[in-house]
Nanobody, 121 residues
Framework: QVHLVESGGGLVQAGGSLRLSCVASGIFSINAMGWFRQTPGKQRELVASITSGGVINYRYSVKGRFTISRDNAKNTVYLEMNSLKLEDTAIYYC????????????????WGQGTQVTVSS
C-alpha cells in the first residue's frame, strides 16, 4: 500500500511561516510530488509541484512566498510557507505521481490525508 504521511500544519498568524513535510512509502518510483489545497466550497487547487528532476511549478499567488523542495532518496517533499496570508488557510494535501509496482505502464496519483493550515489575523 502507498502511504503519504504529512506533518507540519497548524495555526499561525498572518505573516508567519510553516514548513510542511510529506513522506511517501510503499511506492516503487515517483515522478512528481507536490501539494494541493482545498477550502470548503472551493475546488482543490495546485499549490506547488516538483518532479524528480527538479522542475518546479508554483501557483501564481504563492510565488515568492512558498518554496517546494524534495529529497528523492527519502521520497519526501517539503513546502516552506512564508509570509502567510489569511487566504492561505486551507487543508493542504500532499500528492505523489508514481508507480506502485515496476510493472505499471503508467503512473497513478496518491494522496496524503491532508493537514490543516490556518492563518489568523
Amino acid at each position: 500500500q502507498v502511504h503519504l504521511v504529512e506533518s507540519g500544519g497548524g495555526l499561525v498568524q498572518a505573516g508567519g511561516s510553516l514548513r510542511l513535510s510529506c513522506v511517501a512509502s510503499g511506492i516503487f518510483s515517483i515522478n512528481a510530488m507536490g501539494w494541493f489545497r482545498q477550502t470548503p466550497g472551493k475546488q482543490r487547487e495546485l499549490v506547488a509541484s516538483i518532479t524528480s528532476g527538479g522542475v518546479i511549478n508554483y501557483r501564481y499567488s504563492v510565488k515568492g512566498r512558498f518554496t517546494i523542495s524534495r529529497d528523492n532518496a527519502k521520497n519526501t517533499v517539503y513546502l516552506e510557507m512564508n509570509s502567510l496570508k489569511l487566504e492561505d488557510t486551507a487543508i493542504y494535501y500532499c500528492y505523489a505521481d508514481g508507480k506502485r509496482t515496476p510493472i505499471m505502464v503508467t503512473s497513478g496519483v496518491y494522496w496524503g490525508q491532508g493537514t490543516q493550515v490556518t492563518v489568523s489575523s
